[in-house]
């Protein structure tokens, strides 16, 4: 009885350490992250990955964060390779994980920070794409925050261009943040954040509506 | 029997915990260290970055066989399996990823159009948003080098060849009547409409082994994989109307789009020179069908079908009244392929196209009508080896059937052959580094009408000198069937020939393209024959022959003017032939030795508008004056044209488009008609050959209906 229970608990701390090293992990890459380390994040991200094949979340980061790190490049060839290598994860992580909603929106990223490249050249063809994927993926979780979020933030940046107010987005913005403030964060890492950026753009919403002075 | 329990056990964690140590060097393929490249252990959390030397070294629990990984940005990922302990000191060389940005490409006298182009001389709005265009994809390409301008005919006239020498393919297939039919001396008009497009490969010599029967030029066109949403399309324009509608379902979608064009309203307000008694009517319909299936097949089915319908009579100097033309055309085309990717790296593309053409023609008391059915199987096979090899090969068949009635009085003749064709295409692409690559391919060709077999060898290779610059060679040997308008009174043929060789500089940077490229084209076995019109009774042979050599030079600058973007073309062209019914060698009157065209094209952003300008000028082409007694040696006044577009977005779907072309009213001149006989003086009287119209106006609304409120017409105008 005795072994058997050694025997048990052997096992037991041995799954507990293979649950840690996916925790010590996930935990380093953000640390890494956080400290603008890029590239060693996105690259633990991808060593993550490969060892959690069954989970979204590795690929999903390590493509994330090529995907924000190039807005703002200068060099074409620096930006498509980085993104074709962010298009290759956000691939595995969609392999994994079908009709992501996150990851669907993490699609429409990329296309951004191409057109925010080269808008003659990328614009026409990737801001339909856009509008298509987000679309389909407020179709999917018409309550999901980030979704209703990102959305939100590119109808309004069309209304700029056209030179037409943001402010019946407004209410969107509203909408996003209570499904923010309601949204139970139950996944560890998953991506739940997007209130700060929501409550910002809330706050230059009342600064247009509030009577100028 | 516990403690020896508990020892295993502790063996175990101990064996399970034995740290091991991986290490080793990350080099390039020229010795140099990698830095930053992640190297780990696949399925454990182990692993590291290289540091400024390429070194890494990390300790792992793991034990036994694993795979080691190494990938770092532009390089192939590398990865090998064996025994941890093996993995110590061990030096790890990475391949260069070659479909990178920055690797080279193999463009010798091929121009790219598309997104996905590694260098895109034209985007895919380019193409509809030239001024002078006029929507028309084949306006568009016009503005590119080693093409020359022939106002009055439309068609692509390619580095000294005619119009017959290019052919178009889509998706693979061939287009076997691509341009609408035209009275002459009015410019005729590509039958595709472009927005069905994203991809324009345009080749003005040296192309694959995958495209035969074209002396001169390919232009290789892809349809839309995948439309992105519902949607209707609604356009009202001074010509005619137009309807699109797009329907989306989970596996499939279908495209249709219709249009009705009648000049009569504009002929009426803005009279051409000449008479009408039926003014240019035309229907056009389009639908697309696209299937994806499981795997990652797609088929994509295209069927179009046109009618138009004219009636005039023009000018002659040797008819007072002038000669009455009526044409009346009926064509169909279907186009079908299927693509798909398969185990091992192979891929399978094929597919069928199909064409149908009527015209009945009227000709003062002639009545001819011609009728072509034409179809084209393929079948090709890729195979991708590596990066660095990949293998394409195929074999294609084309049939094409034609007739021709004529009655005239009391004259009834018929004209009719059968030209099939068996082809065989095999061709490698290698990448020996990041820098130098070549192509290189071979096409077999069993005409069955002519009775010969042609054997073309392809070459091409580039080598890329430094970060922005390239050069590329280009050898090939081409071959085509004489045209229907010969075949129909004789078939005692052998193929037409063509030898290209092309050396190319080209230059990139950041939204900056330069080109410059030479060429020099060897015709051979032309046809010729011994009357002044092509005739039953003609005598035919293939003993004609020709050159044609030059330069053309391209920039393009999107980067130097903000909101801006412009790009250059200029072509030098030195081309002379013997063929035909010449009497000795001259240049063509279809060839101008000076081609030029500036197009530019600015966003405004507070009025929400793009204002486009294109130039091109023509220096003047050659025509016979019979008063001299030479053939070919006078020289016409140069081509000038200014054209302007405006589109201006009302709302996000909502589109006014206005066009003009030739602002400044140039009187430009086509050409020259002779009298048949000298009159009193013993001068030949001439008649100057002008457009129909000096300029043309076009506006046009256009609305767009869907779900999503941003989508809108502009890539389609």
């Given amino acids: 009885m005795r072994t058997l229970l050694l025997v048990i608990t052997f096992i037991f701390t041995m799954n507990i350490t293979a649950q840690t090293s996916y925790e010590k992990g996930m935990n380093k890459a953000f640390a890494l992250w956080d400290q603008q380390k890029n590239t060693e994040a996105s690259q633990l991200f991808e060593r993550i990955s490969a060892a959690e094949t069954d989970n979204w979340l590795p690929p999903y980061y390590a493509g994330l964060i090529e995907i924000v790190s190039s807005f703002g490049l200068?060099?074409?060839?620096?930006?498509?390779?980085?993104?074709?290598?962010?298009?290759?994860?956000?691939?595995?992580?969609?392999?994994?994980?079908?009709?992501?909603?996150?990851?669907?929106?993490?699609?429409?990223?990329?296309?951004?920070?191409?057109?925010?490249?080269?808008?003659?050249?990328?614009?026409?063809?990737?801001?339909?794409?856009?509008?298509?994927?987000?679309?389909?993926?407020?179709?999917?979780?018409?309550?999901?925050?980030?979704?209703?979020?990102?959305?939100?933030?590119?109808?309004?940046?069309?209304?700029?261009?056209?030179?037409?107010?943001?402010?019946p987005f407004c209410k969107d913005i509203e909408r996003a943040i209570t499904l923010f403030e309601a949204e139970e964060q139950t996944t560890p890492y998953y991506p739940y954040s997007g209130l700060e950026r929501a409550k910002a753009i809330s706050t230059e919403c009342k600064k247009e509506t509030s009577p100028k002075n | 029997m516990k403690t020896l329990l508990i020892a295993l056990l502790t063996l175990l964690y101990v064996h399970t915990y034995a740290q091991s140590t991986i290490s080793g060097k990350i080099i390039d393929q020229q010795g140099l260290p990698i830095i930053g490249a992640n190297v780990y252990l696949k399925g454990t959390y182990d692993g590291t970055a290289t540091n400024d030397q390429g070194v890494f070294s990390f300790e792992t629990d793991a034990t036994g066989i694993h795979t080691l990984i190494a990938s770092s940005i532009s390089f192939e990922t590398y990865s090998k399996s064996d025994k941890?302990?093996?993995?110590?000191?061990?030096?790890?060389?990475?391949?260069?990823?070659?479909?990178t940005l920055d690797a080279v490409t193999v463009n010798a006298g091929t121009f790219n159009a598309g997104d996905n182009a590694k260098v895109t001389a034209l985007k895919p709005l380019d193409i509809v948003t030239t001024a002078g265009a006029l929507g028309d994809f084949v306006g568009a390409l016009q503005t590119l080098p080693g093409t020359s301008n022939v106002a009055e005919d439309g068609r692509l006239f390619v580095r000294g060849g005619d119009a017959e020498e290019t052919q178009i393919f889509v998706d693979g297939m061939r287009v076997f009547t691509p341009y609408s039919p035209s009275a002459n001396n009015i410019p005729s008009r590509g039958r595709l409409s472009p927005f069905l497009f994203k991809g324009i490969t345009f080749s003005t010599g040296g192309y694959s082994a995958e495209y035969g029967q074209a002396l001169s030029s390919v232009l290789l066109l892809n349809s839309v994989n995948e439309p992105q949403e519902e949607k209707t399309d609604i356009?009202?324009?001074?010509?005619?109307?137009?309807?699109?509608?797009?329907?989306?379902?989970?596996?499939?979608?279908?495209?249709?789009?219709?249009?009705?064009?009648?000049?009569?309203?504009?002929?009426?307000?803005?009279?051409?020179n000449n008479e009408w008694h039926k003014p240019v009517a035309s229907f056009g319909g389009e639908a697309v069908y696209r299937y994806k299936f499981n795997n990652d097949g797609l088929l994509k089915v295209y069927g179009a079908y046109s009618a138009v319908d004219f009636d005039?009579?023009?000018?002659?100097?040797?008819?007072?009244?002038?000669?009455?033309?009526?044409?009346?055309?009926?064509?169909?085309?279907?186009?079908?392929?299927?693509?798909?990717?398969?185990?091992?790296d192979w891929s399978i593309s094929t597919g069928i196209s199909f064409a149908s053409d009527q015209t009945k023609l009227k000709l003062d008391t002639a009545d001819i009508t011609d009728t072509e059915n034409s179809a084209h199987f393929k079948l090709a096979l890729k195979k991708y080896f590596s990066s660095s090899y990949k293998l394409n090969f195929g074999a294609e068949y084309f049939i094409t059937d034609f007739k021709e009635d004529y009655s005239a009085n009391t004259i009834e003749n018929e004209y009719k052959f059968n030209n099939n064709l068996l082809g065989g295409f095999a061709e490698a692409d290698i990448f020996f580094s990041k820098n130098l690559a070549t192509k290189v391919g071979l096409r077999g060709e069993y005409s069955q009408?002519?009775?010969?077999?042609?054997?073309?060898?392809?070459l091409s290779l580039a080598y890329k000198a430094g970060q922005n610059a390239q050069f590329s060679l280009a050898y090939g040997e081409f071959f085509q069937n004489p045209r229907n308008e010969y075949l129909k009174f004789n078939t005692d043929f052998t193929a037409e020939k063509?030898?290209?060789?092309?050396?190319?500089?080209?230059?990139?940077?950041?939204?900056?393209?330069?080109?410059?490229?030479?060429?020099?084209?060897?015709?051979?076995?032309?046809?010729?024959?011994?009357?002044?019109?092509?005739?039953?009774?003609?005598?035919?042979?293939?003993?004609?022959?020709g050159f044609a050599k030059g330069l053309d030079i391209f920039w393009r600058d999107n980067k130097t003017l903000k909101n801006t973007e412009y790009w250059m073309s200029y072509s030098y062209l030195d081309t002379k032939r013997n063929y035909r019914n010449y009497p000795t060698k001259a240049?063509?009157?279809?060839?101008?030795?000076?081609?030029?065209?500036?197009?530019?094209?600015?966003?405004?952003?507070?009025?929400?508008?793009?204002?486009?300008?294109?130039?091109?000028?023509?220096?003047?082409?050659?025509?016979?004056?019979?008063?001299?007694?030479?053939?070919?040696?006078?020289?016409?006044?140069?081509?000038?044209?200014?054209?302007?577009?405006?589109?201006?977005?009302?709302?996000?779907?909502?589109?006014l488009y206005l066009s003009v072309s030739n602002v400044l009213g140039t009187k430009n001149i086509n050409g020259y008609q002779y009298a048949d006989q000298p009159n009193t003086d013993g001068i030949f009287d001439r008649r100057t050959i002008t457009p129909a119209a000096d300029r043309f106006f076009f506006i046009g609304f256009f609305w767009t209906i869907s779900k999503n409120k941003n989508y809108n017409q502009l890539d389609n105008l």
């Fill in chain 2, 312 to 344: 005039l009579t023009q000018e002659d100097i040797n008819e007072v009244n002038g000669v009455r033309f009526g044409l009346n055309n009926n064509n169909l085309y279907l186009n079908t392929s299927y693509q798909d990717f398969m185990e091992k």
């Fill in chain 2, 498 to 545: 063509t030898t290209h060789y092309i050396a190319n500089y080209q230059f990139v940077k950041n939204k900056q393209i330069f080109r410059a490229e030479a060429y020099y084209k060897d015709y051979n076995n032309l046809v010729k024959y011994n009357t002044a019109f092509t005739l039953s009774t003609s005598t035919y042979d293939n003993t004609g022959n």
């Fill in chain 2, 84 to 99: 941890i302990n093996h993995f110590q000191n061990i030096t790890i060389k990475l391949r260069d990823d070659v479909n």
């Fill in chain 2, 587 to 655: 240049t063509p009157d279809f060839a101008s030795k000076h081609n030029a065209s500036l197009v530019v094209k600015r966003w405004v952003e507070d009025w929400k508008s793009q204002i486009g300008f294109s130039y091109n000028y023509a220096s003047g082409r050659s025509y016979t004056d019979p008063s001299t007694g030479r053939f070919l040696t006078e020289q016409a006044k140069s081509f000038n044209s200014l054209n302007f577009n405006y589109a201006y977005l009302i709302s996000p779907q909502k589109i």
């Fill in chain 2, 449 to 458: 009408l002519l009775q010969e077999f042609n054997l073309s060898p392809r």
């Fill in chain 2, 235 to 272: 356009s009202i324009m001074t010509v005619g109307l137009g309807l699109g509608n797009t329907q989306i379902w989970d596996k499939s979608s279908l495209s249709v789009n219709a249009n009705y064009i009648n000049l009569a309203p504009y002929q009426e307000l803005y009279p051409d």
């Fill in chain 1, 74 to 167: 200068k060099d074409e060839t620096v930006l498509t390779t980085k993104l074709t290598r962010a298009k290759e994860f956000l691939d595995t992580a969609s392999a994994i994980s079908e009709n992501n909603p996150e990851i669907m929106i993490s699609y429409a990223l990329l296309n951004t920070a191409y057109i925010a490249f080269d808008g003659a050249k990328y614009g026409m063809t990737l801001s339909g794409e856009n509008a298509a994927i987000y679309q389909k993926a407020l179709s999917i979780a018409p309550n999901n925050p980030r979704v209703v979020l990102s959305k939100t933030e590119w109808d309004m940046g069309a209304a700029k261009f056209f030179g037409k107010s943001t402010i």
